[in-house]
């Protein structure tokens, strides 16, 4: 019977680190499809991809507020960095992906 929720506990945790794989990557491909454009390069001040020194601010505010900006828009990002078909969560894990690059 120990073996049994052994298994499981395996399993359970085998599942739960594919699905945060499957959101990072998730995160990934909306960044590559609406936000590599302008955060790749730094178009209009924003911050680049992996860029520590300019993306610690902006952490530091909570991912509440980076996703009232993204969905508001803020400076030349225009609301939903102009795909306005984002949902919510797409935009949450591409936060995430952004900030996870960039600690």
């Given amino acids: 019977m120990e073996f049994a929720r052994t298994g499981l506990g395996f399993l359970a945790f085998g599942i739960a680190t594919l699905a945060g794989t499957a959101m990072a990557a998730d995160g990934k491909a909306v960044y590559d499809k ?3 454009v302008c955060h790749a390069s730094g178009v209009a001040n ?4 992996g860029d ?27 609301p ?20 996870g690059a960039s600690k």
Avoid: N
């Fill in 80 to 99: 939903k960095a102009g795909a306005a078909d984002l949902k919510d969560d797409d935009i949450k894990a591409a936060i995430d992906y952004m900030v």
């Fill in 46 to 49: 924003a911050p680049k991809l």
């Fill in 52 to 78: 520590k020194a300019a993306w610690a601010p902006r952490i530091a505010t909570g991912k509440d507020a980076l996703l009232q900006s993204v969905v508001k828009g803020k400076g030349a990002m225009p």
């Fill in 34 to 36: 609406t936000c590599v």
